[in-house]
């Protein structure tokens, strides 16, 4: 019997405050085509990450900076981010700090009560679930036995043909979390993504570490984000990873007022370390070999886990490539979160559906179909997206300014 855990039974009763269904667009999620150029088919990372001109225009005026903190480029100080803060009541945002960074660049923890965890701040507790019913709780872990989630963060990267093309060719789908400012750097990669049918999700826009920034910073990093992915894919993710992990009860909170909903992970294969100090490639590869016994030696034989890794460079996605087909043997299943989660809509757009776990594992469900509909998908875990009365349209109309 299958584990049908439904994760909108633990978050329902968070509403969305704001409607981000207006974020514009050219692309028909449900028909995507790519381009026949070199970047989109070579195997040559200089070839395939050598600048090309997209469909998608940028007016570099109505985004943030590239790779920088989402407010700058003026981005606080515009209209449509000035009625999108105002649209939100203030008042009830949890009363936890903003942390700082000590001088070897890691998040200061000193001083705080990790016992008491009163922001259930994941950097120093790992908690997942919040202290307040009216902030969505994580998703940390595939509950389905024997199930490892795949997912790879930071990207769309430019030189990803031959990992995308080796999951494309084993009919898999994975959660992708791309970063805000890689999404319109390579939106090709992006639009890739979703045609393959993989389940995205944010990265927010900069990768910086979100308790370490101001409520306008947070907001700004997973708005932005969430509008870049809209506006080169058709579709809006209701889904985010942070950073490192870094997030507690204010970042929660705040990204429930967009009606979205973090992802964590119960694995991570330090992947992007190897090479630094103190992580050889042996190291992650033991990892890698460590997670895949646990499918077979009884670790497993309860639940499913959720693992990070990367799309970052290509050793990470080597590693990814390299371990797959041993992923494969060991578990009995390997799937998205969306499929694992019971996530049937993960973007706000209802025109693309994941299958539930008990279809895909019937093999009625495959990748997305030309219609972006997936086989199969019966059930759905979406967050209650019902708007409050506070919702202000005047977000949304310097946004066409792109047009």
Same mark, same amino acid.
């Given at each position: 019997m299958k584990y049908q855990f439904i994760w909108a039974t633990i978050i329902s009763s968070a509403a969305a405050a704001i409607d981000l269904s207006k974020f514009p667009t050219k692309t028909d999620p449900t028909h995507i085509t790519l381009p026949n150029i070199p970047q989109t088919s070579s195997y040559d990372v200089a070839t395939e990450c050598q600048h090309y001109q997209s469909d998608f225009i940028v007016d570099?005026?109505?985004?943030?900076?590239?790779?920088?903190?989402?407010?700058?480029?003026?981005?606080?100080?515009?209209?449509?981010?000035?009625?999108?803060?105002?649209?939100?009541?203030? /008042?009830?945002?949890?009363?936890?700090? %903003?942390?700082?960074? #000590? $001088?070897?660049?890691?998040?200061?923890?000193? *001083?705080?009560?990790?016992?008491?965890?009163?922001?259930?701040?994941?950097?120093?507790?790992?908690?997942?679930?919040?202290?307040?019913?009216?902030?969505?709780?994580?998703?940390?872990?595939?509950?389905?036995?024997?199930?490892?989630?795949?997912?790879?963060?930071?990207?769309?990267?430019?030189?990803?043909?031959?990992?995308?093309?080796?999951?494309?060719?084993?009919?898999?789908?994975?959660?992708?979390?791309?970063?805000?400012?890689?999404?319109?750097?390579?939106?090709?990669?992006?639009?890739?993504?979703?045609?393959?049918?993989?389940?995205?999700?944010?990265?927010?826009?900069?990768?910086?570490?979100?308790?370490?920034?101001?409520?306008?910073?947070?907001?700004?990093?997973?708005?932005? /984000?969430?509008?870049?992915?809209?506006? %080169?894919?058709?579709? #809006? $993710?209701?889904?985010?990873?942070?950073?490192? *992990?870094?997030?507690?009860?204010?970042?929660r909170w705040i990204a429930t007022q967009l009606g979205m909903t973090a992802v964590l992970w119960t694995l991570d294969t330090f992947d992007w370390a190897a090479g630094t100090p103190g992580t050889t490639v042996d190291n992650v590869n033991q990892k890698y070999k460590d997670y895949i016994a646990m499918g077979t030696n009884g670790s497993m034989s309860t639940h499913g886990n959720i693992v990070l890794s990367h799309e970052i460079n290509n050793m990470t996605m080597s590693f990814a490539m390299e371990h797959y087909p041993e992923i494969k043997a060991a578990y009995k299943h390997v799937t998205d979160v969306a499929t694992c989660a019971n996530i049937s809509h993960p973007y706000i757009e209802q025109s693309i559906t994941y299958p539930s776990f008990e279809a895909s594992i019937s093999k009625n469900a495959s990748t997305a179909t030309g219609s972006g509909v997936v086989p199969g998908?019966?059930?759905?875990?979406?967050?209650?997206?019902?708007?409050?009365?506070?919702?202000?349209?005047a977000v949304f109309a310097s946004a066409f300014s792109l047009f």
């Open positions: 570099s005026t109505q985004w943030p900076g590239n790779w920088q903190i989402a407010t700058s480029n003026g981005m606080n100080t515009s209209q449509e981010f000035i009625n999108l803060y105002n649209s939100i009541d203030w /008042t009830k945002v949890p009363n936890a700090p %903003v942390r700082t960074m #000590t $001088p070897d660049g890691t998040i200061n923890l000193v *001083g705080y009560d990790n016992k008491a965890d009163p922001d259930c701040w994941w950097s120093a507790s790992q908690c997942v679930t919040p202290k307040r019913a009216d902030i969505n709780a994580d998703v940390y872990t595939c509950n389905e036995p024997e199930t490892w989630g795949l997912t790879y963060d930071d990207g769309p990267n430019c030189s990803h043909n031959a990992l995308y093309d080796m999951l494309q060719k084993n009919n898999q789908r994975a959660s992708m979390f791309y970063i805000g400012s890689n999404v319109l750097n390579w939106p090709y990669g992006a639009l890739r993504g979703l045609r393959d049918g993989h389940h995205l999700c944010g990265h927010t826009w900069s990768h910086a570490k979100m308790t370490t920034l101001s409520n306008q910073e947070v907001l700004a990093e997973l708005y932005y /984000t969430a509008k870049a992915i809209k506006y %080169v894919t058709g579709v #809006t $993710p209701l889904y985010w990873r942070p950073a490192q *992990g870094d997030l507690d009860d204010r970042v998908a019966t059930h759905s875990a979406a967050i209650n997206l019902a708007p409050s009365a506070a919702i202000i349209a």
